[in-house]
């Protein structure tokens, strides 16, 4: 391939208000106050990259996001694109907290390369499967809307239900219950988000059981630097234990897989970037550690790279990518085509298919 240079970037912020509250255990957001990076390259290829930063996990905000893109915006110009490794090495070495940021560049560095390759960016990744089902979250809400909310998502198609815990035992059971009433044909996960200490997990695992409440998955249930608790409650509980938060780098996933205290390891690409969640993915296949894709609040650009990913390398057991933005409100067009609960990409479309309104 001839060397095509990136002769120009463009920065700015990408604000749209969201669906519903997007309520966790650690926090609430109502709207998405992202980032969009642009690169264009001198055959005249766009790449498109966004930043979703989620305060309450990674310590970013659009403010630092922006000034972080900005920053680096001289050092990625007139850069050969197929280079795109050794630029995020170096962003890497020098932003090494600013994972989103470096997530955006890093994204739209492949949108635009597998463009100029003219193939989709999930054939770049091995291309095993074009379509992908996700699952969809209800929030922490009160059973009877949770019953109501359950019961739709039922009937749009979902056969995964997925609901945060954390703050409230018996509120939590008590959804938990509306959830299975109201979709009672639907498999059901649970986040935590790091609410419970290593006995409250198990104390709550156990109230499950005796409610005849069985979920396939348990996500992040104590503290993320907490591995020995989380290795506690991984002991106690048949039910498949996902370390989220607690895995930002490659080297963090060694030390699930060292400390044994994990089924399953939640990719994020806003925690680790797209390198490193490429590097995150082979370590827990290599040492048989099951995977699962996640998101944070990305509009369709983000969301749309992650089933690429998804689908490019195949083999994640849980997928959890539901879309938090209505259709009219999304800065982005194109992607993945998005029919509940089934993502499909189009082989016509090269990179991610994405573009700019």
């Given at each position: 391939m001839e060397r095509i240079k990136i002769k120009k970037v463009f920065i700015e912020p990408v604000n749209s208000a969201l669906a519903e509250p997007f309520k966790i255990a650690i926090g609430t957001k109502y709207s998405i106050e992202n980032v969009c990076i642009t690169v264009v390259l001198e055959n005249g290829v766009e790449g498109y990259g966004e930043a979703a930063p989620l305060e309450p996990v990674n310590g970013e905000n659009q403010a630092t996001v922006l000034a972080t893109l900005n920053s680096c915006k001289e050092f990625i110009l007139d850069k050969d694109i197929s280079e795109y490794r050794d630029i995020s090495k170096i962003l890497k070495n020098v932003f090494w907290a600013q994972v989103t940021a470096r997530c955006a560049v890093e994204m739209a560095l492949l949108d635009a390369f597998t463009k100029s390759l003219n193939i989709p960016f999930y054939k770049f990744l091995g291309g095993t499967n074009n379509i992908i089902e996700t699952d969809y979250t209800i929030d922490i809400v009160p059973p009877d809307v949770a019953k109501t909310d359950a019961a739709k998502l039922a009937a749009k198609g979902y056969r995964t239900l997925k609901t945060k815990v954390g703050k409230n035992i018996s509120e939590d059971i008590s959804r938990l219950l509306a959830i299975k009433d109201g979709a009672s044909g639907c498999a059901i996960t649970i986040d935590a988000n790091q609410g419970f200490s290593p006995c409250e997990a198990v104390h709550?695992?156990?109230?499950?059981?005796?409610?005849?409440?069985?979920?396939?998955?348990?996500?992040?249930?104590?503290?993320?630097?907490?591995?020995?608790?989380?290795?506690?409650?991984?002991?106690?509980?048949?039910?498949?234990?996902?370390?989220?938060?607690?895995v930002f780098t490659s080297a963090d996933a060694i030390n699930i897989i060292r400390t044994g205290c994990a089924d399953v390891i939640n990719i994020k690409i806003m925690k680790s970037g797209i390198i490193e969640a490429l590097d995150i993915a082979a370590i827990a296949r290599s040492a048989n550690i099951k995977l699962m894709i996640g998101c944070m609040l990305e509009s369709s650009l983000g969301l749309g790279c992650s089933v690429h990913i998804a689908a490019g390398l195949g083999n994640f057991n849980y997928v959890d990518l539901d879309p938090h933005i209505e259709p009219e409100n999304e800065p982005f067009t194109g992607g993945p085509d998005y029919k509940a609960p089934l993502y499909t990409i189009s082989d016509e479309r090269s990179g991610l298919g994405i573009k700019r309104r």
């Open positions: 709550f695992l156990n109230e499950l059981e005796k409610n005849h409440i069985h979920p396939i998955l348990f996500e992040q249930p104590v503290i993320k630097t907490d591995l020995p608790g989380m290795k506690y409650v991984k002991e106690h509980t048949s039910v498949p234990i996902c370390a989220d938060e607690s």
